[in-house]
């Protein structure tokens, strides 16, 4: 995860998926973020993080549960959600916050 900055700094809004692959929620969310990444294709980056694998990242953003969803846009982050959303209350939330 040494090119996370990188990542987020991208002028492309970034959505992190914060997840663990005990959590069922997390199982639950996988599918319909690759419906929001299906749908607004090369507008938007989709990066998935481990947080067992991954921990330092996760306690630097402060990741408390998972699934944990942090957007991010020119290395600023733009909003924050726990838990499962439907495929268009994260498109939508995309749309609203990132300026694509």
Not at 7 to 22: G, R
């Amino acid at each position: 995860m040494s090119n996370f900055d990188t990542i987020i700094q991208s002028e492309k809004p970034v959505l992190i998926d914060f997840f663990a692959t005990w959590c069922g929620p997390c199982k639950t969310l996988g599918p319909i973020l690759k419906q929001v990444k299906d749908s607004l294709g090369d507008r938007i980056s989709i990066i998935k993080i481990d947080v067992d694998k991954n921990q330092q990242i996760s306690s630097q953003y402060q990741v408390r549960g998972v699934p944990t969803m942090i957007l991010f846009q020119n290395g600023k982050q733009l909003w924050r959600q726990s838990g499962v959303l439907s495929k268009e209350e994260i498109i939508k939330t995309i749309l609203e916050k990132s300026n694509k």
